[in-house]
């Protein structure tokens, strides 16, 4: 079991009228940076390295960071410049990017570069992954939306040749063309790092990354179709030729501790608090539907059992009638947020492991309106109580991680050994 | 095209054309306006919009909307409907030109009819009062009217 920490390190400032104690609904892409405060911005940048930091110490495997742009719900708009931090000052936890949206970057081996360096500077600590992002990323970058399939393929494409074949050599592709590639920087693991890609509704994005034999991490997405992608990944991989298995899925679930089930109770619910996060079901943000989902950007017909989600349609920009906002009680409900005592987090953890049956599961906490304080209270719990016992569980139900078990082949892994291989075909 | 094979060409009326850069302005963006919000900017009032498009929720019409939005994010993302090289293109052309605009024109502005009309070695520039940028169905009798005339002008000429 690979086990990892996440928040989207929300710009968290009380005097501005967003912020999730005002009740303001907010549309996402309304919001000028007018309203950025530098100093608020740079308490929470370091509060965050600070609460990852300790998310090492109490034992977790890896730290993910995610990117959203020109918005406040997510700060780590330029997430490799948080993950270079992180590499020079954890030393163990792997530094998980979930991920670089592959189709809005211009150049590609720009990223193989920065990411090269991650992976060096950390010792070969760095998890990347890919994402096509949605319309707020590429509006925010003028990425041509029809092409974004095409170019988060060829960009994949280049960047693992830029990091598996020596240089020089020119690449002339649909969408990049170049006459020199031969960055200096070449990953540390060899022969690239981990390739994981996260992901919610798009049928296309899952059997890539099955066909690639990457792990697939699905994104808070209700526990029955979890379970129903992992089986469509299950018979794409035996169609081509591979078994999958735990090694092979990735769950993150919201996830709060605490000292008393009421304060449990209280803390966690301020996760549908703060700036509008339109992926939060009962957030208070909402989206531009035509913005979100821009024209030609991913397919509104092929997609996963997860389309039954309000919150994964509404922050797609997809229609939600029919739907009615998800409360906390409602996610309480049916696991979609975790939270108590020790004993009871655990109960309901082993509850969702039973039922998704992943090898990797990332804790999504410390998010919406939670303060420092939250956050650390719970990771402290998380480190002496439930982390241990979560590697029990996963262990009495068989549910090995991809540093245990080769996602490419099912090799058995020893714990020393260096990451999982990534063959990407 | 009319530049470069003119002789099968008698003359060119553009409708509120879009191809140069508006030094007032910006041509209005159909990638971040709401399909129906876009079509609404193409009239010239509320009401013209309401008799031409009396049910905004067809099915049918939005359908055509997504396939329209998709197309222009395709061919013209960016620079968004204007190319640096056609006023250069546009200086090559001898036919005679004709740009129409309505002076309601909310998705390019009607200013821009000077811009072409610069640009154009031969080129008259008519006005039409009242009329959004959507001349053929808000003034379809005035547009074919000017065209025949272009048309009539041209074979006479020629």
């Given at each position: 079991m690979f086990i990892g920490y996440f928040t989207?390190?929300?710009?968290?400032?009380?005097?501005?009228?967003?912020?999730?104690?005002?009740?303001?609904?907010?549309?996402?892409?309304?919001?000028?940076?007018?309203?950025?405060?530098?100093?608020?911005?740079?308490?929470?940048?370091?509060?965050?390295?600070d609460e990852k930091l300790y998310a090492e110490q109490m034992g977790f495997d890896g730290l993910m960071l995610n990117e959203h742009h020109s918005t406040p719900f997510t700060m780590g708009s330029v997430c490799n410049i948080e993950a270079a931090i992180l590499a020079r000052i954890t030393s163990r936890a792997k530094?998980?990017?979930?991920?670089?949206?592959?189709?809005?970057?211009?150049?590609?081996?720009f990223l193989a570069e920065e990411l090269a360096m991650i992976d060096v500077i950390s010792k070969g600590r760095l998890i990347s992954g890919w994402v096509r992002g949605t319309g707020r990323e590429s509006l925010s970058h003028n990425a041509q939306t029809p092409f974004n399939w095409e170019r988060f393929q060829e960009a994949h494409e280049l960047i693992v040749k830029t990091w598996t074949e020596p240089g020089p050599f020119r690449w002339e592709g649909r969408h990049h063309q170049l006459r020199y590639v031969n960055p200096w920087a070449k990953p540390y693991q060899k022969p690239h790092m981990p390739i994981w890609v996260p992901g919610v509704l798009s049928y296309n994005t899952l059997e890539w990354a099955a066909r690639k034999r990457y792990p697939y991490i699905m994104t808070a997405t209700d526990e029955e179709p979890t379970r129903q992608c992992f089986d469509i990944y299950r018979k794409i991989a035996n169609d081509n030729g591979y078994e999958a298995g735990p090694q092979n899925y990735g769950y993150m679930v919201k996830v709060h501790?605490?000292?008393?089930e009421e304060l449990a109770e209280a803390t966690a619910e301020k996760?549908?608090?703060?700036?509008?996060?339109?992926?939060?079901?009962?957030?208070?943000?909402?989206?531009?539907?035509?913005?979100?989902?821009?024209?030609?950007?991913?397919?509104?017909?092929?997609?996963?059992?997860?389309?039954?989600?309000?919150?994964?349609?509404?922050?797609?920009?997809?229609?939600?009638?029919?739907?009615?906002?998800?409360?906390?009680?409602?996610?309480r409900a049916k696991r979609g947020i975790i939270a108590g005592t020790p004993k009871s987090v655990l109960a309901q953890l082993r509850a969702a492991l039973e039922n998704v049956r992943p090898g990797i599961i990332m804790i999504w906490d410390g998010d919406g309106a939670m303060t420092h304080d939250d956050a650390m209270r719970s990771?402290?719990?998380?480190?002496?109580?439930?982390?241990?016992?979560?590697?029990?569980?996963?262990?009495?139900?068989?549910?090995?991680?991809?540093?245990?078990?080769?996602?490419?082949?099912g090799a058995n892994l020893s714990a020393t050994s260096e990451p999982a291989s990534v063959p990407g075909d | 095209m009319a530049?470069?094979?003119?002789?099968?060409?008698?003359?060119?009326?553009?409708?509120?054309?879009?191809?140069?850069?508006?030094?007032?302005?910006?041509?209005?963006?159909?990638?971040?306006?709401?399909?129906?919000?876009?079509?609404?900017?193409?009239?010239?009032?509320?009401?013209?919009?309401?008799?031409?498009?009396?049910?905004?929720?067809d099915k049918a019409l939005r359908e055509q909307l997504d396939r329209s939005r998709e197309t222009i994010a395709r061919v013209s993302w960016k620079p968004y409907m204007y190319s640096y090289e056609l006023p250069e293109t546009l200086g090559e052309m001898t036919l005679p030109a004709t740009v129409v605009w309505g002076r309601e024109d909310r998705v390019i502005p009607p200013s821009s009819a000077a811009q072409w009309a610069a640009a154009l070695p031969n080129c008259n520039v008519r006005l039409i009062d009242g009329a959004g940028h959507f001349l053929d169905l808000e003034a379809a009798e005035e547009l074919a009217t000017i065209t025949v005339a272009a048309f009539e002008a041209a074979t006479r000429k020629g």
């Open positions: 989207e390190r929300p710009y968290q400032d009380p005097a501005a009228r967003f912020f999730g104690a005002s009740k303001e609904e907010l549309t996402d892409l309304v919001l000028s940076n007018a309203d950025y405060d530098s100093n608020v911005a740079h308490d929470l940048y370091n509060r965050y390295f530094i998980v990017l979930l991920g670089n949206l592959l189709a809005v970057r211009s150049d590609p081996v501790v605490d000292e008393t996760l549908l608090q703060g700036p509008s996060n339109p992926f939060l079901e009962g957030n208070q943000g909402t989206v531009k539907p035509w913005l979100q989902a821009l024209p030609g950007l991913s397919s509104r017909h092929n997609m996963l059992p997860t389309v039954a989600a309000r919150a994964n349609l509404a922050g797609r920009g997809i229609s939600t009638t029919g739907f009615t906002p998800g409360t906390y009680q409602d996610q990771l402290r719990l998380m480190g002496s109580e439930v982390l241990p016992r979560v590697r029990e569980f996963a262990k009495e139900l068989d549910l090995p991680g991809p540093f245990e078990v080769d996602p490419a082949t | 530049a470069f094979a003119h002789p099968e060409i008698a003359a060119l009326v553009l409708a509120a054309p879009a191809g140069l850069k508006p030094d007032e302005g910006f041509i209005l963006d159909q990638v971040m306006e709401e399909q129906i919000a876009y079509l609404r900017a193409g009239f010239s009032s509320a009401e013209s919009f309401e008799r031409h498009v009396p049910d905004p929720r």
